[in-house]
């Protein structure tokens, strides 16, 4: 083992952490301390915004890999941190192999001498630790406890290590704790697995319950930006489970408390899908299950969590009805659950029930102007392909009508392509367009109106609309890219002026891109020395925005 391995590389390295990572990690080097190098991997501290610990694994299943307990680490990335000690690594590569020979020979070196030690001796350096090591007293004591079934002794060890006090102060832990407190915790769940694996897997479940229930009102006042409670609920969760597994707990009271969780799971950090425990729960389990989750929802059908667990139970069991019911119980104003309804009675087959329900929804919605714009695409689809044509126009004009954007002329206009009706509706929308924009000129309105004529390519009507109410910059723009060079060119120099007035780097590339467009008015008018004392007086006023000085240079004004 005695060689540099392979896989450490730097363009490995920047690989694995991509450009930006890799680039930052190159400013980290000196930050880099306590490297240990061992058989197959490579330890240290890295001093960032806080210290982190670092492990670079040289030669492992995968190759080249690492783990870091900083945040960005943490969600399983190869970081900066990770970076920093690898390029160390590398810096140092000729003396590597020989440290990692020597870590290798110190190991077996160690296992020699462990394995030569006596009874007495052995307990001798537990006993040590022990003493030295709190949490590693923590962590014997609550193996003793759960090896000789002592439950209560078991338990108030658990509320110890869920317990907040020695982290918080005033009650709450802060970010630079959070992760101690996240690290003690943790500990909750190898108690449990040990008390399964002792085989009382009954107790384990009681205990995982309080454990859970615990670490819910602990998270309350934690700091974990980190996420690391929530791998500590995910682990009580795997424990509650393995243990269910191995106790095989009454059905009724497991299906009972599942749903109770379910139900109210606020901080959501156990995750606890009550659907996972199908192979504990049995026919009869899941049948309470069923039973107890109708019953919640019955009590409030407009529950979040009642609603969402019978959807997913009602869904897992093929039962289109149940879901459709859970949806019906709490229709939103909008029409939008009557789309969730019909898109359901579609994927079970029934479109003429979807088709019924996507109609209410419409019925239903007391202001055209709140109704859900999907549902409205979704029954003109409806129509379309069913050939109700003149529906899909109807129900496209109503909605025109009552939002009067760009996109519901578009969808109207397109309704009406299919039926041969387009130019009778066209006339009529832009009579209520152009009606909108002459009571507020300069308004969206007119922005709308412009859009419409510039969309339908008419740009002789779009120049007139924009000129008589007003357009937005993109849509003079727009209009300029048609219009003659002269008014094109007065375009250019209206917009223009305002940004002059302005500092920043997309203010100077906006502005350098009307004086291109400009300078090719100039060139077709066939005045460029106009356009030359323009660009003069431009720069000798504003010959301090070195940035836009810089950017007309490249371009060559």
């Known amino acids: 083992?005695?060689?540099?391995?392979?896989?450490?590389?730097?363009?490995?390295?920047?690989?694995?952490?991509?450009?930006?990572?890799?680039?930052?990690?190159?400013?980290?080097?000196?930050?880099?301390?306590?490297?240990?190098?061992?058989?197959?991997?490579?330890?240290?501290?890295?001093?960032?915004?806080?210290?982190?610990?670092?492990?670079?694994?040289?030669?492992?299943?995968?190759?080249?890999?690492?783990?870091c307990d900083c945040p960005y680490g943490l969600e399983g990335n190869f970081c900066k941190h990770l970076v920093a000690l690898g390029l160390s690594l590398l810096a140092r590569s000729a003396s590597l192999p020989k440290q990692r020979k020597t870590a290798r020979s110190r190991a077996q070196t160690l296992d020699g001498w462990l394995s030569d030690l006596s009874r007495e001796e052995l307990l001798e350096l537990v006993r040590d630790r022990v003493a030295e090591d709190r949490q590693f007293r923590r962590r014997l004591e609550l193996r003793v406890a759960s090896s000789r079934g002592d439950l209560a002794w078991a338990r108030s060890r658990i509320r110890e290590l869920l317990d907040i006090g020695p982290f918080a102060q005033y009650g709450y832990v802060e970010y630079a704790a959070a992760r101690a407190y996240a690290d003690q915790a943790g500990q909750a769940a190898s108690a449990i697995r040990e008390l399964t694996g002792s085989g009382r897997a009954a107790d384990a479940i009681t205990l995982a319950g309080e454990a859970i229930r615990l670490l819910a009102g602990a998270a309350e006042n934690v700091d974990d930006s980190d996420g690391r409670l929530g791998q500590v609920g995910s682990a009580l969760a795997d424990a509650h489970h393995d243990a269910c597994r191995a106790a095989g707990p009454?059905?009724?009271e497991l299906a009972h408390w599942l749903v109770e969780h379910a139900l109210h799971d606020d901080g959501g950090f156990t995750d606890i899908d009550p659907l996972d425990y199908e192979d504990v729960l049995g026919e009869q389990g899941m049948t309470a299950l069923r039973r107890h989750a109708v019953e919640a929802w019955q009590s409030n059908r407009t529950g979040w969590a009642e609603k969402y667990l019978m959807e997913r139970l009602a869904k897992a069991g093929g039962d289109a009805d149940m879901?459709?019911?859970?949806?019906?119980?709490?229709?939103?104003?909008?029409?939008?659950?009557?789309?969730?309804?019909?898109?359901?009675?579609?994927?079970?087959?029934?479109?003429?029930?979807?088709?019924?329900?996507?109609?209410?929804?419409?019925?239903d919605t007391e202001y055209?102007?709140?109704?859900?714009?999907?549902?409205?695409?979704?029954?003109?689809?409806?129509?379309?392909?069913?050939?109700?044509?003149?529906?899909?126009?109807?129900?496209?004009?109503?909605?025109?009508?009552?939002?009067?954007?760009?996109?519901?002329?578009q969808h109207l206009r397109a309704a009406a392509r299919t039926a041969d009706g387009w130019p009778a509706e066209r006339e009529r929308a832009l009579a209520l367009l152009r009606a909108d924009a002459e009571r507020r000129p300069g308004r969206h309105s007119s922005s709308v109106l412009v859009g419409a004529l510039l969309d339908d390519n008419d740009i002789d009507a779009a120049w007139q609309a924009a000129t008589e109410t007003g357009a937005h910059d993109h849509q003079w723009l727009a209009l300029a890219d048609h219009a003659r060079p002269s008014d094109a060119l007065d375009v250019y120099l209206r917009l223009a002026e305002p940004l002059t007035r302005q500092t920043g780097n997309a203010i100077y590339e906006r502005l350098v891109g009307l004086l291109l467009s400009m300078r090719d008015c100039h060139r077709r008018l066939d005045t460029p020395d106009e356009f030359a004392a323009y660009v003069t007086a431009l720069r000798t006023a504003h010959r301090r925005k070195r940035n836009l000085m810089r950017l007309m240079d490249e371009h060559g004004l």
């Open 368 to 409: 055209a102007a709140d109704l859900d714009t999907a549902l409205v695409d979704y029954l003109a689809d409806r129509y379309t392909q069913a050939d109700r044509l003149a529906d899909a126009v109807a129900l496209r004009r109503d909605h025109f009508d009552a939002y009067r954007t760009l996109r519901a002329y």
């Open 250 to 252: 009454d059905p009724e």
């Open 323 to 363: 879901v459709i019911a859970v949806h019906a119980a709490d229709l939103a104003p909008d029409g939008s659950t009557h789309l969730t309804i019909a898109r359901e009675l579609d994927a079970a087959g029934r479109p003429a029930e979807a088709l019924e329900w996507a109609e209410r929804g419409i019925r």
């Open 1 to 67: 083992m005695g060689r540099v391995a392979k896989s450490l590389t730097e363009a490995n390295l920047r690989a694995l952490a991509g450009a930006r990572s890799f680039e930052r990690g190159t400013g980290y080097l000196d930050a880099v301390s306590g490297i240990e190098v061992g058989e197959v991997s490579a330890t240290a501290t890295v001093h960032g915004t806080e210290r982190y610990e670092v492990e670079l694994t040289l030669d492992g299943p995968r190759g080249l890999a690492g783990e």
